[in-house]
């Protein structure tokens, strides 16, 4: 398989008052097509800031990032915001989805920066709810539904597009075991069957276990890629 992240020293730095402080320091790392990678470390190790600078929501300071060989860190922020949409799924810990919309408008919602018809965003956003086992609650709006559900939701929104990597920020933070683990099992059928590149970070063990690599970041830098030494 053919790398589809490619991350050669990167740097970012943050601006406090007068002071510098540099989070992530000479990161370099390669994710494949078709990986599940697990990204691990303590609070403040710089996961979240890495996260975001693979998903193009923030510039690194200096180094190169490319997905599928585009140069994400010299675009500008329009050129960033549209290729976020075609590229980048994101799934995060609090689900975000809108409380006055049914499942499937929320799912919709992505689409409607593209120009599909309101049928063809119905159509997809119907499959995708299918494909996370949620086609019977499409018309159920958020709090009728449980912490696990809304998760797939989430993800069902993430994937509507069909991107290239898919990007989970503590995806199982808020449920409780067996929700989690059915999460987990959904993003391992979402790479296994269908192929999706997912980067997700976690605190936790088992859902590490989960990933078929695990990369350990502390105090801004990558420790262990979880390759063979």
């Not at 710089?46 to 600078?53: A, R």
């Not at 329009?78 to 290729?83: F, G, K, S, V």
């Not at 993430?158 to 808020?174: H, N, Q, R, Y």
């Not at 976690?202 to 078929?212: I, L, V």
Request: net charge negative.
């Amino acid at each position: 398989m053919s790398d589809l992240v490619t991350i050669r020293n990167v740097r970012k730095d943050y601006r406090r008052g007068s002071e510098v402080v540099e989070v992530l320091h000479s990161i370099q790392l390669d994710i494949r097509q078709g990986e599940f990678v697990a990204l691990m470390g303590p609070s403040g190790s710089g996961k979240s800031t890495l996260l975001n600078l693979i998903g193009g929501l923030d510039n690194p300071t200096d180094g190169e990032i490319r997905i599928d060989g585009e140069r994400i860190d010299e675009l500008s922020s329009n050129q960033l915001a549209h290729w976020r949409s075609e590229n980048v799924g994101f799934v995060f810990q609090f689900y975000n989805l809108m409380p006055t919309l049914t499942a499937q408008r929320n799912v919709e919602l992505p689409l409607l920066l593209t120009n599909l018809s309101a049928a063809e965003r119905r159509q997809r956003a119907a499959v995708a709810l299918q494909l996370v086992g949620l086609a019977d609650r499409a018309k159920h709006k958020p709090n009728e539904l449980s912490g696990g559900q809304q998760q797939r939701v989430s993800i069902a929104r993430a994937i509507v597009s069909d991107p290239k990597l898919l990007i989970c920020d503590e995806p199982t933070g808020d449920l409780d075991r067996q929700s989690a683990e059915d999460v987990l099992n959904l993003l391992n059928e979402l790479n296994r069957q269908h192929g999706k590149t997912i980067l997700m970070v976690t605190h936790d063990p088992k859902a590490a276990e989960h990933a078929s690599r695990v990369v350990h970041l502390d105090k801004g830098e990558l420790v262990d890629d979880g390759q063979p030494s």
